[in-house]
């Protein structure tokens, strides 16, 4: 059973920069879509970035591209979503997810992942 934790929330200005965390244990296999969602008050989950652990390139939701970037440290078992330029827009409760296999055209919903973390707070104004 795939365990997410999350970290690296706060409070920064429009215009700042976050960098979020995602750490993951009970893995048993190195082939996992990890995903990036942002949930705000009253709204469903937004699927922000994606990416595949096999090795192939993110998926950026179009309002994040250009900002945010993500990484993974496979000798960690972490994920990173490095976020610039914030925007009061970005604010809301930031959740990492992961599903065994490819990512796929279905990355943005949040129904198909299996795994979820606890979320971190993000705070922009």
């Known amino acids: 059973h795939v365990q997410l934790v999350e970290s690296g929330g706060g409070s920064v200005p429009p215009g700042g920069s976050l960098r979020l965390s995602c750490t993951a244990s009970?893995?048993?296999?190195?082939?996992?879509?990890m995903g990036w969602f942002r949930q705000a008050p009253g709204k469903e989950r937004e699927g922000i970035v994606s990416?595949?652990?096999?090795?192939?390139?993110?998926y950026y939701a179009d309002s994040v591209k250009g900002r945010f970037t993500v990484s993974l440290d496979n000798a960690e078992n972490a994920m990173y979503l490095q976020m610039t330029s914030l925007k009061p827009e970005n604010s809301g409760m930031y959740y990492c997810?992961?599903?065994?296999?490819?990512?796929?055209?279905?990355?943005?919903?949040?129904?198909?992942?299996?795994?979820w973390g606890q979320g971190t707070q993000v705070t922009v104004s």
């Open positions: 009970g893995y048993n296999s190195r082939r996992y879509c």
């Open positions: 997810a992961t599903k065994r296999g490819i990512c796929g055209s279905m990355w943005p919903q949040s129904d198909y992942y299996n795994s």
């Open positions: 990416l595949y652990t096999g090795g192939d390139q993110p």
